[in-house]
């Protein structure tokens, strides 16, 4: 499995070197953050660090949700501002994902009982950022506003692989039906069986798009039966 194009060089995907003008969207440089409304695709997915915070329960009621993007965001920027003006390399802050598991994973297809669902949700952030980086942004955060839940986050990679993703233009309680569909017959059919968690890209700004035209990446690992 290759890296990013970005993963570890002074290059940026168009083969120039960075300069602090340069302002990379990773939704566009990497492949598997594209996907098709309608259309079932077999992806390999690279290793990708992101920027942790786990939970449970209902995201609708469950005070963990909002709390883990209160601290996700704040350290996630101090970050991007950080690696602007220490490295000289800008970067778009990518949007929210999450990954979603339950120990009877018809609690996504069938049931939808949310209260059932663990979760963590992540922001992607790029390999050069390390783990000093990642401690001086929490301090940075912890002395500038609430500390509340900052213990929580984390800073970790996120080895997928052969996944199996789609584009999902809806509400998320519409989900069910194309994730059956992925799960019961298009995995199976194509010789593979689900692995991993279940995972979400959240393409659309919640604040701003209708629940009927959000985009969202449906993805789920999966390995050779």
């Known amino acids: ?28 440089t990497i492949a598997s953050y594209r996907a098709k409304h309608g259309v079932f695709e077999i992806v390999d997915v690279p290793d990708l660090q992101y920027l942790m915070v786990d939970g449970h329960g209902d995201p609708n009621n469950s005070p963990a949700y909002p709390a883990a ?70 301090d940075q955060v912890r002395t500038s506003s609430a500390s509340a839940g900052l213990d929580e986050v984390r800073l970790s990679v996120l ?9 999902h233009i809806g ?7 194309v994730l059956k569909q992925m799960h019961e017959q298009f995995i199976p059919e194509h010789g593979l069986h689900m692995v991993g968690k279940h995972h979400e890209v959240y393409l ?17 690992p999966v390995r050779a039966s």
Request: with cysteine; hydrophobic share 40%; charged share 30%.
């Open 204 to 220: 659309s700004d919640l604040r701003k798009v209708e629940p009927a035209k959000l985009r969202t990446i449906l993805r789920q």
């Open 69 to 138: 993007l209160g601290v996700l965001y704040p350290v996630a920027y101090k970050l991007k501002f950080a690696s602007k003006r220490d490295l000289g390399r800008d970067y778009v802050v990518p949007p929210l994902e999450g990954l979603w598991w339950a120990d009877d994973m018809t609690a996504f297809t069938a049931a939808r009982d949310k209260s059932r669902w663990d979760w963590t949700l992540m922001l992607l952030t790029p390999d050069w950022i390390d783990q000093t980086m990642f401690e001086a942004a929490v």
């Open 159 to 167: 080895s997928e692989g052969r996944c199996v993703q789609t584009l």
């Open 1 to 28: 499995m290759s890296p990013p194009a970005w993963a570890g060089g002074d290059k940026n995907p168009e083969g120039r070197s960075p300069a602090v003008s340069d302002k990379i969207d990773f939704k566009r």
């Open 171 to 177: 509400s998320f309680d519409d989900e069910a039906p």
